[in-house]
Structures are given as structure tokens and as C-alpha cells.
């Protein structure tokens, strides 16, 4: 894992997405951000994920996030942990008495508007498996979804590991409506290797990446509500089980899975 960089530029890129055919090449204005916040978890296997910047959400879709999954979340270190190679291990088990997983925030811990958000992740695989790294507006329990936004930096369906979503989520543009693009490995799946997610956001638009990829811009002109993206976020990380966006697992779904998470940053444009 590479050492905290203070300060990063992003000039002139032009990169091929990992596994792709070669992408066309992309000039983008050079932009210069530095680093606000981020989780190396480059502890010992032994310790507990670090509790200042991390909290939990516990239970069941009943506890109102819905989308019909139906995995139990957890803080139990069997679906939640570090394996002392320097990443945070989010992991998806079956038992007799259902599933269970883990959702991590950074909510009312950690909180950002615009700038760059990124992570470095390996997704799992399999029907049914929603892993997913997105952002809340920090305003929901006052205003609730989705006029608090939504950002969803990465989230795959485990039957279709080549292809990737970026998607926002608003009043007037939420659920199955949501403003969203794929993004799709031609030659390689996302499970096979480690990824860069990431979204640089200002007040006018949202641009989404994959391994420094512009592959979406969102602007208010593309909402038909209420853009709703001009304050601060947190971040979460999550794997669901089954849900309206995937459907369920099937005797195929290799369990137990598990997300593997190198780094999350965090930069603010200088």
C-alpha cells in the first residue's frame, strides 16, 4: 500500500481502465486536491476497526433502508475486520438462519462537500451480492431520502462482475429513476483484481472514475428535481444481500463472500 500522499495533482490524464480494451485517450483540466481525511487500515489484524472514524448501522431493511435485501448487518468481526495485510474486510455469510453482512458510515464522524472521494477496492462476486461505496447527504435524519442525495460511487451486481454503476439519487430522480451509467470491463471482471472508484464533485456537476477514467459527468441540468448535491456527505460501504437492484442468490453464490478495501481518501481541491 502506497504511504499517504499530503498532496496530489491531476494533470493531464491519459490512462486505460484495468482489463479494458484500450480506452480513448482523455485531456482533463488539471486539478490539484489535498488530502482531507482517509483510512490506510494498515493495522494489525488484531485491532478493531478505528472507531473515530467508523460507526455501524445494525439489523434489518426494517430498520429503514429498505430495497427488500436481506441480509442482517452486523458489527460482529466475522463480517466486518481487518486482516492485517493492510485492508478492511467487509464479508457476506449464509447460515441456516438467513444472512448476515456489514454496512460501515462515517456518518456523524466525518463529513465532506466537494472534492474527490475515492477507494481502492476487490468486489466479490455472485448472483445476488450488492457490494456497494457510496455517500448520504449528512442532512437525511433532518430531511429524509431522497432529498438528502445520494451518491453511489460504486456498485456492482455480483451476477455481472465486468460492470460498474455511478448513479445519483434525488427528489424527483431516486429509486428506479435515478440518474446513473455504467461502466463496463470488456476483457476482466472487477472481482479479479483491485479497482479505484472514485467521484470529484463541485457545486455544478459529478464526475465519476474508474481507475482515473472519466466515464460520467452528472450536472443540474441533467436532474429533473431538485439538485440537492451542494452540501456535505458521509461515506459508506456496504455489502447487501439480494435486493430490488439485484434480486436474490441462488444455490450458485459462492458464500461467503467478501470486499476487500485498500484505502479509502479523501482530498479537498486546493
Not at 23 to 44: I, Y
Request: a neutral charge; hydrophobic letters at 35%; aromatic letters at 12%.
Amino acid at each position: 500500500m502506497n504511504n499517504k500522499i499530503k498532496t496530489i495533482l491531476f494533470a493531464i490524464i491519459a490512462l486505460s481502465a484495468v482489463g479494458c480494451e484500450i480506452e480513448p485517450k482523455q485531456t482533463l483540466p488539471e486539478r490539484k486536491f489535498e488530502l482531507a481525511w482517509s483510512d490506510e487500515f494498515d493495522v494489525d489484524s488484531s485491532a478493531a476497526l478505528d472507531a473515530a472514524k467508523w460507526t455501524y448501522d445494525i439489523g434489518t431493511g426494517e430498520n429503514g433502508w429498505g430495497n427488500n435485501e436481506l441480509q442482517t448487518y452486523t458489527q460482529n468481526l466475522k463480517n466486518v475486520s481487518l486482516d492485517g495485510k493492510g485492508n478492511l474486510v467487509i464479508t457476506a455469510l449464509k447460515s441456516t438462519s438467513g444472512y448476515t453482512s456489514a454496512r460501515i458510515k462515517t456518518e456523524g464522524l466525518f463529513s465532506n462537500q466537494f472534492g474527490r472521494v475515492e477507494a481502492r477496492i476487490k468486489t466479490p462476486t455472485g448472483s445476488g451480492i450488492w457490494p456497494a461505496f457510496w455517500m448520504l447527504g449528512s442532512n437525511i435524519k433532518k430531511v429524509g431520502w431522497p432529498q438528502c442525495g445520494e451518491i453511489d460511487i460504486m456498485e456492482q451486481k455480483g451476477k455481472f462482475s465486468n460492470i460498474n454503476y455511478g448513479s445519483v439519487h434525488g427528489p424527483g430522480y431516486a429509486g428506479g429513476q435515478a440518474i446513473t451509467a455504467p461502466y463496463v470491463l470488456q476483457n476482466d471482471r472487477f472481482d479479479n483484481n483491485f479497482n479505484v472508484y472514485a467521484v470529484e464533485w463541485s457545486e455544478n456537476k459529478v464526475d465519476f472514475f474508474v481507475n482515473n477514467y472519466l466515464y460520467k459527468r452528472i450536472t443540474p441540468s441533467d436532474a429533473s428535481g431538485q439538485w440537492v448535491f451542494n452540501q456535505s456527505f458521509f461515506i459508506i460501504m456496504n455489502i447487501a444481500v439480494g435486493g430490488s437492484f439485484i434480486g436474490p442468490p441462488n444455490d450458485n453464490t459462492p458464500f461467503p463472500v467478501s470486499m476487500l478495501i485498500d484505502y479509502v481518501r479523501v482530498y479537498k481541491q486546493k
